[in-house]
Nanobody, 125 residues
């Protein structure tokens, strides 16, 4: 089973940008659909974006569409989340997650395992 490690989080001002990375090891990365989720304090874990095994298809939550871009480099076993025009409401712990054996996209956290440990993103106003 693949292991996932996120990086790239931090503190940024309203309107700023960050790029998150999720490095995978121990599995066949290109056999996994990948996704990003986020969880703010006291709230449920919410879907952000997902990408198919080959990277050809993506899907976004309405709240981030047009501002965030998910991509992957299967040669580097890494999935990315480029976040532009960040807002204070984007503040959360961001998690990457993997889904093996399915070509279709899902937005449900229940369909994904394993997960990374998360990286904190804080957007100040």
């Amino acid at each position: 089973q693949v292991q996932l490690v996120e990086s790239g989080g931090g503190l940024v001002q309203d309107g700023g940008s960050l790029r998150l990375s999720c490095a995978a090891s121990g599995g066949t990365f290109n056999s996994y659909t990948m996704a990003w989720f986020r969880q703010a304090p006291g709230k449920e874990r919410d879907f952000v974006a997902t990408i198919t095994m080959n990277g050809y298809n993506t899907y976004y939550a309405n709240s981030v569409k047009g501002r965030f871009t998910i991509s992957r480099d299967n040669a580097k076993n890494t999935v990315y989340l480029q976040m532009n025009s960040l807002k204070p409401e984007d503040t959360a712990v961001y998690f990457c997650a993997a889904r093996s054996g399915y070509a279709s996209l899902s937005t449900s956290p229940r369909d994904f395992a394993p997960w990374g440990q998360g990286t904190q993103v804080t957007v100040s106003s």
